[in-house]
């Protein structure tokens, strides 16, 4: 059965500072993996996904994606955070890039002015 | 963009009565749907995925005759929570996948809260 471990529950972070939020998975097969972020009242937006090709992934709002398969993990950054970017951030690992998914808890973002 | 809306984003109703959630993909055509419950800041769960013109497919210990899915088109599906009670409290999101050529993305509704007195 596939998994996916964030580690961390919460993260604050003041602006302007880089970020990453960690993501491990488990899967027997080549997974495909996303990030979401999840802001109050709104439904979940992609960030990015990776399933195959480069392993460094670009996503919208400035983030990026590392897949590094021999750490089974998929760590989500971003160089320098604007407190827009405060909301819950969700790694997810599905079987296709429209299947359904399998979520890990979640990490919340603060930022700080 | 694609959009996916859920009707109502909050319903509160009395235990042991019955609630229907919509789930609308707006533009574009959905032959499956899934739908997830999430608990107050846990993640979400799938529950079942919803096949148009077939029965759901729920996920181990979902009750199927509780959370009635019915995917009656290519653009709605409904997730209904019968006899409700107070346990059933949570946040209910849905999903669609948008299958185009080279580029398949799973659009996300906003979500019903529901609380059950």
């Known amino acids: 059965a596939q998994s996916v471990t964030q580690p961390d529950i919460h993260i604050t972070v003041s602006e302007g500072a880089s970020l990453e939020l960690r993501c491990n998975y488990s899967?027997?097969?080549?997974?495909?993996l996303f990030w979401y972020v999840q802001s109050p009242g709104q439904g979940l937006q992609l960030l990015l996904k990776?399933?195959?090709?480069?392993?460094l992934v670009q996503g919208i709002k400035g983030f990026e994606a590392e897949f590094k398969r021999s750490q089974s993990s998929f760590n989500l950054r971003k160089p320098s955070v604007h407190w827009s970017d405060a909301a819950e951030y969700f790694c997810?690992?599905?079987?296709?890039?429209?299947?359904?998914?399998?979520f890990g808890t979640g990490t919340r973002l603060q930022v700080t002015l | 963009g694609a959009v996916v809306s859920q009707h109502p984003s909050w319903v509160i109703c009395k235990s042991g009565t019955s609630v229907k959630i919509e789930c609308r993909s707006l533009?574009?055509?959905?032959?499956?749907m899934f739908w997830y419950r999430q608990f107050p800041k846990q993640s979400l769960m799938l529950m079942a995925t919803?096949?148009?013109?077939?029965?759901?497919?729920?996920e181990q210990g979902v009750e199927k005759d509780k959370f009635l899915i019915n995917h009656a088109s290519l653009t709605l599906s409904t997730l209904t929570v019968t006899s409700a009670h107070p346990e059933d409290s949570s946040f209910y999101i849905c999903?669609?996948?948008?299958?185009?050529?080279?580029?398949?993305?799973?659009?996300f509704g906003p979500g019903t809260r529901l609380t059950v007195l």
């Open positions: 999903s669609a996948p948008r299958r185009l050529a080279g580029d398949d993305t799973q659009y």
């Open positions: 899967y027997g097969a080549t997974p495909y």
């Open positions: 990776y399933f195959s090709g480069d392993t």
């Open positions: 997810a690992v599905g079987t296709g890039t429209a299947s359904k998914l399998t």
């Open positions: 533009d574009f055509q959905a032959t499956t």
């Open positions: 919803s096949n148009e013109g077939s029965k759901a497919t729920y």
